[in-house]
């Protein structure tokens, strides 16, 4: 459905291959991970006398300032330097900004390693530049990973899949069913380009877990996530695909964006608010056209009010709201009754 390259896929005849692991945070971690022992061993065979630590301090890896926590996360647990990169004015990692700090971070020794993009960023739902940052990480051999955790349930439908135009660059990707494909939490799809890189920064055998069928058994998922065991998760996705079919998931998803669009005219049609930026999926970023302070206690009355409940973030030095659809039941009259709820609170605030 997401029509990914060939090399994904186990049944290509190559190393890709998939997972599911428990959430988006997992999936970035496991890559990183992976790509941190990759080049752990790749610097190991120029300099055998160098210690591990050492080698590792020189790592650095990269994300955007719009990406979610858990990739700022995943750089603590596996002690790799993180640096979030500014983005453009549509909060989005352009090329040109990975590129230059690529090269400033090499003239002063360190070794890029991994880059996190991300196709619908919880702040904002941005979209990186793929096809700009896609050449830059082949070219300097950097393991790219992409976190579409949210958005990537989107791409089974023909409309928004060229927003994944770039993928074929990738080492790793990761959308979550749970979030937006009608499956129950937890449930997230990892596809890797080459899964001996995930299994050898992960397999240790001790006696106790060696088995006759040793080496035969292919995948060995004890090797691919970070516990030993996991929860089998897909057999409630295969009931869901079953269930629903490609066409009614298509449709589920588009019925949200419709609804989301809905509410972005209702916001363009009261001058007291503004977007703050493109609407694309079902994530409309919205504020008054007054100070953050107005803005932080308008959510605090909408919250208290208790009838609808918003998000907000601080998206590049200013405070947003963040209205999203997510529920298959949502509908346009509850777009409309959400609509009455903010616009009653504004009032107040306002006075």
């Known amino acids: 459905m997401l029509e990914l390259p060939p090399h994904f896929l186990s049944s290509s005849g190559g190393k890709g291959g998939g997972v599911i692991q428990g ?26 006398e160098m210690e591990d630590g050492v080698i ?32 453009d004015d549509k909060c ?31 702040t904002s739902c941005a979209f990186d530049n793929l096809l700009e940052i896609g050449p830059i990480c082949e070219k300097e051999e950097i393991w790219l990973h992409i976190d579409a955790a949210y958005a990537g349930s989107a791409f089974i439908c023909p409309e928004f899949r060229p927003i994944l135009n770039g993928v074929e660059y990738a080492m790793s990707f990761n959308v979550s069913p749970h979030k937006w494909m009608q499956v129950n939490f937890d ?4 596809w890797v380009k080459d899964s ?36 089998f998760r897909s057999l409630k996705l295969w009931f869901v695909l079953r269930l629903f079919g490609q066409k009614r998931l298509q449709e589920c998803i588009k019925k949200d ?56 973030s601080w998206t590049k030095g200013t405070y947003v709201l963040r209205f999203a659809i997510c529920s298959s039941q949502t509908t346009s009259e509850d777009i409309l009754f959400a609509w009455k709820v903010i616009t009653e609170m504004a009032d107040l605030v306002l006075k």
């Open 187 to 190: 449930c997230s799809t990892m």
């Open 23 to 48: 959430a988006a945070s997992e999936a970035t971690l496991v890559a990183l991970l992976s790509a941190r022992t990759k080049f752990l061993h790749k610097m190991k065979r120029d300099n055998t």
């Open 56 to 87: 590792m301090s020189k790592f650095v890896a990269y994300t955007s300032d719009q990406a979610h926590s858990s990739v700022e996360r995943a750089g603590l647990i596996a002690a790799v330097k993180m640096r979030q990169l500014e983005t």
């Open 92 to 122: 989005a990692l352009r090329g040109r900004t990975l590129q230059r700090a690529i090269d400033s971070d090499k003239e002063k020794g360190l070794v890029p390693i991994f880059v996190c993009a991300t196709l619908g960023t919880m």
């Open 196 to 231: 001996t890189l995930i299994s050898d920064a992960f397999t240790v055998d001790p006696l106790y877990l060696k088995h006759e069928k040793q080496g035969q058994v292919m995948p060995d998922y004890r090797h691919w996530t970070i516990p030993f065991g996991s929860r």
């Open 257 to 312: 964006v419709r609804l989301a669009h809905e509410f972005k005219n209702l916001v363009l049609s009261d001058e007291r608010f503004e977007l703050f930026c493109e609407v694309t999926l079902g994530l409309v970023c919205f504020r008054l056209k007054r100070s953050d302070e107005a803005n932080e206690r308008l959510l605090k009355a909408i919250n208290e009010d208790r009838r609808i409940h918003i998000v907000p």
